[in-house]
């Protein structure tokens, strides 16, 4: 199984992960980071394939996917 974590004090929630995960698994959590934006999240860990098209697409390198 694939493992998703975000440097989430390091995300300003442009979204584009969200968009780019080809199985919908991320979203902008209500949660809101030190910088004010609302962090990136994985809302199903096992439903991940390890694509990593989201850390590819993050303009600030805050996704590491391991497999
Ligand atoms: S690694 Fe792929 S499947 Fe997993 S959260 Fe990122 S884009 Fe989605
Ligand atoms: S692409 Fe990066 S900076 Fe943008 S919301 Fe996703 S994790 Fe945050």
């Known amino acids: 199984m694939a493992k998703v974590s975000f440097e989430t004090e390091r995300c ?3 979204g584009l992960c969200v968009d780019a995960c080809p199985r919908h ?3 902008l959590s209500a ?3 030190k910088k004010g ?3 990136a ?4 860990q096992e439903a991940c394939v390890g694509c990593a098209m989201c ?3 993050c303009p ?3 996704i ?3 497999r």
Do not use: F, R, S, Y
């Open 60 to 62: 600030d390198c805050v």
């Open 25 to 27: 698994l991320l979203v």
């Open 64 to 66: 590491t996917v391991e």
């Open 55 to 57: 850390a590819a697409m």
């Open 31 to 33: 949660k809101i980071n």
């Open 41 to 44: 999240e994985i809302t199903d």
């Open 12 to 14: 300003k929630g442009c």
């Open 37 to 39: 934006h609302p962090a």
